[in-house]
């Protein structure tokens, strides 16, 4: 924080940064793109497994994806279609009554950068609103201390989305792999 500025006002400019931000994300959606709420634990592991492998920049370790795969099958899970083909999804891992976690999200390479992903947070983040006592949401990624072009690409929208850095955890993923985790606030979302 800069000397002299008021902390409340340095809050309300990145907040309403943030939004702007979100409304640029979500004004280009594709015509024809549905989101929807999946339950069936069989069809959240065959989409998450078949995006997951179409993208190995980012997914490249098989036993992460073999990780995904299972473990979205208990947890939230949106996805995105165009076509009715999943073109994206989002899983969320509800850790305490405050806080719950991007516990993985992905959208296909040809869709990147047209809002996807940023409607799939800010949809599931409008459902985690609806429970009530939920105030943060976090995610983990590839820290900025790799140099991996793909993840700076990850971070990036992570901040538009309205995520800061909070830990970098060199243990949890190996020292070649050090994790960052980010955190948001869901105070300032609207319900």
């Known amino acids: 924080m800069k000397t002299g500025s008021r902390p409340g006002k340095t809050q309300e400019l990145d907040k309403r940064r943030s939004r702007k931000d979100e409304r640029e994300l979500f004004s280009n959606l594709p015509d024809g793109v549905s989101f929807e709420h999946v339950t069936c634990a069989e069809e959240k592991s065959l989409i998450c497994e078949n995006t997951l492998r179409n993208l190995p920049e980012w997914f490249g370790i098989e036993q992460a994806i073999l990780d995904y795969v299972k473990g979205v099958r ?28 991007i516990y993985v999200i992905a959208v296909l390479k040809e869709f990147q950068g047209q809002g996807l992903g940023g409607e799939l947070i800010r949809l599931a983040e409008k459902e985690i609103m609806h429970q009530g006592s939920k105030r943060y949401l976090t995610v983990k990624t590839l820290s900025d201390s790799h140099p991996d072009p793909f993840y700076q690409k990850t971070r990036q929208f992570y901040y538009k989305m309205g995520f800061y850095p909070l830990e970098e955890l ?3 993923w190996g020292e070649k792999n050090p994790c960052l985790l980010m955190i948001k606030s869901l105070q300032h979302c609207s319900r």
């Open 74 to 101: 208990e947890q939230f899970f949106l996805t995105a279609r165009e076509q009715n083909e999943p073109v994206g999804f989002i899983s969320i891992l509800d850790h305490n009554p405050y806080t719950s976690e």
């Open 170 to 172: 060199k243990a949890l």
